[in-house]
């Protein structure tokens, strides 16, 4: 059973940039591919971002190409989201997870993009 912990979120203007973290604990997340999810009220949780387990490979969610960057380091158990340009449909709970969805999820970070 693993643990995650986001962190990072933040209320934004529009064209800024957030870089959100994640720690996690219970299991090597080395041998994890890793996403980022994330989610708003009564839509389904949308996948944003994915890395493979050495980073070395990378996928985006159309929406957020070329503005965000997957990273993670595997020594300190962490994956990050680098955020550029942000838009207000980018207003969302941030979670951090496993390619298979390991429960439980964490309380994600609040990311809000409004002027």
């Known amino acids: 059973q693993g643990q995650f912990v986001e962190s990072g979120g933040a209320l934004v203007q529009p064209g800024g940039s957030l870089r959100l973290s994640c720690v996690v604990s219970?299991?090597?997340?080395?041998?994890?591919?890793m996403n980022w999810y994330r989610q708003t009220p009564g839509k389904e949780r949308e996948l944003v971002a994915g890395?493979?387990?050495?980073?070395?490979?990378?996928d985006y969610a159309d929406s957020v190409k070329g503005r965000f960057t997957i990273s993670r380091d595997n020594a300190n158990q962490a994956i990050y989201l680098q955020m550029n340009n942000l838009r207000p449909e980018g207003t969302a709970i941030y979670y951090c997870?496993?390619?298979?969805?390991?429960?439980?999820w964490g309380q994600g970070t609040q990311v809000t993009v409004s002027s």
């Open positions: 219970g299991f090597n997340v080395r041998y994890q591919f």
């Open positions: 890395i493979s387990t050495g980073g070395r490979a990378m």
């Open positions: 997870n496993t390619l298979g969805e390991t429960e439980p």
